[in-house]
């Protein structure tokens, strides 16, 4: 179930509890949690309706304008079905914990058991290390960039980074990847340490405002949110890439911890 950024960062404030879709049978079952930008967003109803019933409270916990907004939304595919779905933010995605916990010895080695299973597994050869390797020495690179530089089908090589990133290894940036503290671990095992630049502090720009955003900031060396509250949205508009769309993102990604650009 797609849900667009704006929607996400609505749903975390309380906001929307609501959503609509037109599809022939339901594709969420209660209880489900989504992984999503925001953390977990759990169903908590899937209710079959129909535009006549729709009211005004619907088109309110729904993000909607107003009703006539929502039934306008919702007239697309109108020989389908129409879905109430009910949602709510269920905190964050388990894996961000999970990445910051250093495994002993005995969970390390479960690990590399478990990274050997999937080389042994895999029809085009071994490729954990490799990835690993790969994500390591190019922090933030265009995953285009690295799937090519092993060879690799870019929406395959991304399939199976996700796995990586189920244990924690690795984490998504606006940009490309990097190791988690967790992947570092289990990379240096058995030989010394690596000499790696140091962590950005803070907290990382948010994927949704795109990656010609993304490279518009960290060209002024923009790493992070807390950077941002000494820009003002005209100087934010100024850069060639950051667009109305992205400072919005932005504000909604500072107003969550409290914050906002210069002058807000």
Partial sequence: MMIRPAELAAIKRGEIDLAFRRWDRPRVKVGTRLRTGVGLVEITSVERVTVSSLRADDARRAGAASLAALKEAVS???DRPLWRIGLRHAGPDPREALRDQVPDATEVAEIL???DRLDQAAPHGPWTRATLEAIDRSPGVRA???AAALGRETQ???RDVRKLKE???TESLA???RLAPRGEVV???GGPPRERAPRPSGTP???SIGAPATRALRAQAVHSLEQLVDWSESELRALHGVGPLAVARLREALAEQGRGLRGD
């Fill in 76 to 78: 697309y595919r109108d």
């Fill in 113 to 115: 058991a478990w990274l």
């Fill in 144 to 146: 285009p960039e690295l």
């Fill in 156 to 158: 395959e090589w991304k």
């Fill in 167 to 169: 244990k924690g290894l």
């Fill in 175 to 177: 940009i490309g990847y």
């Fill in 187 to 189: 990379l240096d095992h």
């Fill in 205 to 207: 720009l948010p994927r």
